[in-house]
């Protein structure tokens, strides 16, 4: 006796689903990594832009910062822009950061830098 066969047997069809599974979270895996690699390159460089301009708008204005070891100085992003030393559409974390300002400390002939929000900026300037 001839069998015909035309379809898939429940367990041929459970195994081609459990197998795409499979692939599928192995590769969805990978792409997330990469989207987090790419955010943190994205992070780096934006941070590396910010560190140039603050340090351009630091020689530009001189005269108004007081280079001593414990100094932080709060310099809004908006400025930096308005200077053109910073285009308008920068992002950091995936947003714009153009409302946020940057804490910049300097200590033993180094500038330290962080994004901050400028209503916590403190400023702690040696007497």
């Known amino acids: 006796m001839i069998l015909n066969k035309k379809g898939f047997t429940l367990i041929e069809l459970v195994c081609t689903i459990l197998l795409l599974a499979i692939i599928i979270s192995l590769t969805s895996v990978s792409v997330i990594n990469v989207i987090k690699n790419s955010k943190e390159r994205e992070n780096k460089a934006s941070m590396e832009l910010i560190k140039t301009a603050v340090n351009d708008y630091i020689k530009k204005y001189e005269n108004n910062f007081h280079i ?10 908006q400025d930096l822009i308005d200077e053109n030393l910073l285009i308008s559409n920068i992002s950091y974390d995936g947003e714009k950061i153009n409302e ?14 962080k994004l901050d ?11």
């Open 100 to 113: 946020k300002t940057v804490k910049t400390e300097y200590n033993n002939n180094n500038y330290s830098y």
């Open 68 to 77: 001593e070891n414990g100094v932080t100085y709060c310099i809004d992003i």
């Open 117 to 127: 929000d400028k209503e916590t900026c403190m400023l702690s300037e040696k007497e």
